[in-house]
């Protein structure tokens, strides 16, 4: 009797084990998932067209600039201005708007697009920017920010919370 006691014992920690276990690894590759759908999975470098959704990005050069314009009504950053240079093609069979860029860098820090006083750069992208289907588009946006290397975000403009989204290596690189 004891030995029927102790084995069945055994099979029922062995089964509860073998639940745990089960359930853990469940979670965990639904934590991934997750990750990797509401997070940058991937870094690309510079000069790598990257497909986020129906977008695809090509970051085609970098340049930093003390200043914008010139004369009394040079805008003067808070840092340094960075031009980034890029393609975007929406491969969509609709138009598709092109959603607003961030930057990172290695510290964490985030800095976002400047969307005013940038209006005299040249082929710069603008606030509202869509798409036509299958249209591509080049020009610029502008951030301040510290000199340094950064990654760029981009996304695809998908449900706020679901968006795709990648990171595009910038590497210093002075002029």
């Known amino acids: 009797m004891l030995a029927v006691s102790i084995n069945f014992t055994r099979s029922v920690c062995q089964v509860a084990i073998l639940l745990s276990a089960a359930y853990l690894t469940g979670c965990g590759s639904s934590a991934v998932e997750a990750s990797k759908e509401n997070g940058p999975a991937v870094t690309y470098p510079m000069g790598q067209g990257v497909q986020v959704g129906p977008l695809t990005y090509n970051v085609l050069e970098t340049s930093w600039k ?15 201005f960075l031009l980034v240079k890029l393609s975007i093609t929406n491969g969509a069979d609709q138009k598709t708007p092109v959603p607003e860029m961030a930057l990172y860098n290695a510290a964490g820090q985030t800095f976002q697009e400047i969307t005013e006083g940038v209006e005299s750069v040249p082929k710069w ?3 509202l920017r869509n798409l036509s289907a299958v249209q591509t588009d080049e020009g610029v946006v502008v951030f301040d920010a510290p000199l340094g290397a950064y990654k760029l975000e981009v996304r695809d403009g998908g449900e706020l919370g679901l968006e795709k989204k990648a990171l595009i290596e910038l590497p210093l690189q002075l002029e």
Do not use: M
């Open 125 to 127: 992208l603008g606030v």
């Open 66 to 80: 003390s200043q914008l314009g010139g004369g009394p009504s040079a805008r003067i950053p808070k840092n340094r």
